[in-house]
T-cell receptor
């Protein structure tokens, strides 16, 4: 069975600073993918970034980057130059080998302070 | 940009009533999903659907739940006799065939309140 663990229930960061949100995972699938989603207070799920298990390079999307350490089974999200609009819940999720479902972590609430 | 839509955005129903949540996936997508998020908790997988049948379902998806693709565009989730604990945000998602990332595109959600 797949499992995602996000150990930080809440994080604070000063505006314009970088922040790392932790995610560890467990799976027996040889092929899998990891996603990060942002959920603002309005409730929608916004895709941020994806990392495939066989990708050689860490994924980057603008201010978002994923620190993927396969041996440690971790996929931490790094947000650079935080903005007030980054305040939201952040979920790490993993797809199984066949893409039949996503398994989500418990989420981390990020608050950006001005 | 194509997007997944869901209606209604908010549904209030009484315990024991049947509800149908509606989703219009992205038009060329062939895989469809429902997820549930109880307030303040994580998102939980309910069911996946492909080729007019359920591919996988979670233990949450019991006999009270059913899914249907009644026509070429809609994908519905029916809860036969709602319970208080069914109150949650319900997300529909879809993805296309053959994509390497298997990325699922989420709709905005339907907030279901059972009173």
């Amino acid at each position: 069975a797949q499992k995602i663990t996000q150990t930080q229930p809440g994080m604070f960061v000063q505006e314009k600073e970088a922040v790392t949100l932790d995610c560890t995972y467990d799976t027996s699938d040889p092929s899998y993918g990891l996603f990060w989603y942002k959920q603002p207070s309005s409730g929608e799920m916004i895709f941020l970034i994806y990392q495939g298990s066989y990708d050689q390079q860490n994924a980057t999307e603008g201010r978002y980057s994923l620190n993927f350490q396969k041996a440690r089974k971790s996929a931490n999200l790094v947000i650079s130059a935080s903005q007030l609009g980054d305040s939201a819940m952040y979920f790490c999720a993993m797809r199984d080998e066949y893409g039949n479902k996503l398994v989500f972590g418990a989420g981390t609430i990020l608050r950006v302070k001005s | 940009e194509p997007e997944v839509t869901q209606t209604p955005s908010h549904q209030v129903t009484q315990m024991g009533q049947e509800v149908i949540l509606r989703c219009v996936p992205i038009s060329n997508h062939l895989y469809f999903y429902w997820y549930r998020q109880i307030l303040g908790q994580k998102v939980e997988f309910l069911v996946s659907f492909y080729n007019n049948e359920i591919s996988e379902k979670s233990e949450i998806f019991d006999d009270q739940f059913s899914v249907e693709r009644p026509d070429g565009s809609n994908f519905t989730l029916k809860i036969r006799s709602t319970k208080l604990e069914d109150s949650a945000m319900y997300f529909c998602a879809s993805r296309e065939l053959g994509q390497v990332r298997y990325e699922q595109y989420f709709g905005p959600g339907t907030r279901l309140t059972v009173t």
